[in-house]
């Protein structure tokens, strides 16, 4: 009981605060005591009724500033050969992003 009112206290204080921090701070506070993130990850979620949202990682070529040229050139050669890129083609590589939003 004693770690579940610690966890409220520490998220209450630190709003950004990862699973990753709260398992340390446990580990910090109480002396000899072991918890793994799931279980952390389990308490939030069922406990406090925390949502929790995994940020995804993309490439940093994805947002250089080379990239919209590259689109470009991309697009440029399909025209020339005569691709209907609008409607022949599903583009993957955004996906992620627009459902995520």
Known sequence: DK??????????????????????????????FEIKKSRVAEFMKDECNISLKRIPRHPAARNSVAQPENCAIWVEEWTVNRINYLQNCVFLDESGFYINM
């Open 3 to 32: 770690h579940k009112k610690h966890l409220i206290h520490y998220f209450d204080e630190n709003q950004r605060a990862t699973i990753q921090d709260a398992v340390d701070d446990l580990k910090r506070s109480f002396e000899e």
